[in-house]
DNA sequence: ACCTGAACACCGTTCAAGT
DNA sequence: ACCTGAACACCGTTCAAGT
């Protein structure tokens, strides 16, 4: 995690790692599996230091808590997110935002198959906006105005209307405000799917 | 792309790629400047062959058409779809969807704004739950019974009561399904919100 | 139980020299 | 305008030998 803290992802090698270690890359293999093994032990270690909130028993506030306690330890190492985003994990880490949604909208009413349908719509908007925050890194958001105008530009020489037209709202991206309006959107869905809940 | 199909986005060296073409790896920087260059021109060409139907002037009859043209281009080269769907591509290929989306969402009556907000949860929605299905693999599909037989027991093995009495829909996943409930969900969001769309 | 030396089969990339 | 030889600074991993 220190590595990737400090050189990105990319930095990551068996030998830099044991480096750290002050050890031979080879001894590595005495205690790991090799370097995927590796990476997926780093996502479940950062995935583990997920908290929730106490449910408050009221379905729309609990979910909202949930999505902006797994937005915050997917940044918690902005470097790592992708990693934790996108590795296929096993473990009972990865498990726990299962639960916690899961025994939501059990609790709401909804049946055990449309919760998991939910379930996995509501995982895939956050992680599909996450992603797109961890790999913009720093150049899309607010601050960097030399940047938006540059891209702006790009924009409107695409010559595509609606592109050109809403050229000031795509050059620029306020990562926190995209999160909150996605999560709100797929919350509202849930909310009119409530009122019918079955199967 | 050969070398994606046959031996997946890994196998891709630019050693490789000079010796399926019959010359030396460092010629071929003298035609592209680098290996993570040729990776995005990848992206690029699988994503042109992205195709849209016409216009019914249904807006979520429209919403969907697109959704699954996305679907369709990302899933071409199964191999290839992480790519597709993770690069920050800034060509005028990654645009079309784009304008597409925006233009539909003008014609609705949605404000720019507002329009780019709900462009971004749409593509959000999509890219991740095609994520989820480029990285799942055929083992999580319908076919593999033994497959979900063995991840239905370390569901149940976790002890978490959610996932417990959920494991029998947690352990399988038919991503078409899945990506035509997630797709409905943001569009009914979308729906919703323009009975009342401004800004 | 853990470490390392020797070794293998790879990488991406630069640059000067060729045609 | 394009190619290549020589070269550099790296990779992940195995295995037998050591302590």
Redesign the interface.
Known sequence: VAIIDGHGAEGVSMRAVANTLKVDAKSLYNHIDGKEALLDAVAERVLAGLRFPAVSGVLDDDLRAIARAFRRVALSHPRAA?LIL?R?L?S?AA??P??AV??LL?HAGFG??E????L??F???????L??EA??GPTFGAADLAGIARRRA??VG?R????V??A???AR?NHGE?FE??IE??I???K?RSRSASS
């Open positions: 992708a996108t296929q096993s009972s498990l726990a299962v639960e899961v025994s059990r055990p198959k919760a998991v349908h939910l996995r719509a995982l895939a908007t956050a992680i599909g906006t992603l797109r790999n913009a790009t924009l695409s595509m209307p609606a592109v037209e809403a000031p709202h795509l991206c995209e309006f996605a959107l797929v509202d869905a849930v009119a």
